[in-house]
């Protein structure tokens, strides 16, 4: 997935891997035909990276960190740029420097490993659909994730999660949510009056919205997120359209 190269072994029916996986010729002439796709090999069999339950979850490559597709529809911004620089541009604009950091949607785990690569003592990240932890697991780009035990893994629903967590504890809250038409309640006033709950007096909050205008209704999300960000409290609220996101403090 570009982080290492391996030493491999061309045989007369297959390619070999130092830890005694093979490939056969025509299972790679397969996985050619489709770059959207990414592999793994376990003994003589190649599998994708993809897994279906209530949605089909597939992680697909980019230029740089692969992004998660949920029904074809990518989770990252992937135009003009790659999961893993999304995640440092809109770090860099929340302005996390140190201290305890929430992320509601932990998806492929990206903005959890950048938060702590920025200096964040401890990340508490919540992620609701079990298969989706399952893909990050076998992605080489999450694997921080795993591996940082100041990173600190929640498997649930994160609307009710969040009322269970300590008031004014964090001093960040990323809040990346699927579309809103995938997670209607953490776009709402409800939830937005819980973030500003456990976020600490000046503590900062980004939240992506993606594009601004729905091409159906006319309606923009972005006014109004903003609008029940601050009838929930918060203030300093700003919108950015390069991360297609607002930030907004305690």
Known sequence: ?????TKIKRTKNAIMF???????????????EK???????????????ATSGKHFYKLVPTPGAPTLEIDGIRMHRTKDTTPDVDAREKLSILGLDGGYVLDTCMGLGYTAAE????????????????SVVHISALNPWSRDVFEDPDIHKILGDS??????????FFDYVIHD????GHAGRLYGSE????????????GRLFHYTGEPRSRYRGVSLQRGVSRRLRAAGFREVEYHPKVTGVTASR
């Open 115 to 130: 938060a702590r690569r920025k200096g964040a003592e401890k990340v508490v990240t919540v992620e609701l659909e079990p």
């Open 191 to 202: 939830f937005y009056h819980k973030l500003f709950d456990v976020l600490r007096q000046g």
């Open 1 to 5: 997935m570009g982080l290492t190269t």
């Open 35 to 49: 770059e959207n796709a990414a592999y793994f090999v376990s003994g003589e069999n190649v599998y994708q990276v």
């Open 159 to 168: 609307f009710t999660l969040v009322g269970c967590l300590p008031a004014g």
């Open 177 to 180: 949510p699927p579309r809103h």
């Open 18 to 32: 130092p830890f005694g996986e093979n490939i056969d010729y025509g299972s790679l002439e397969k996985i050619a």
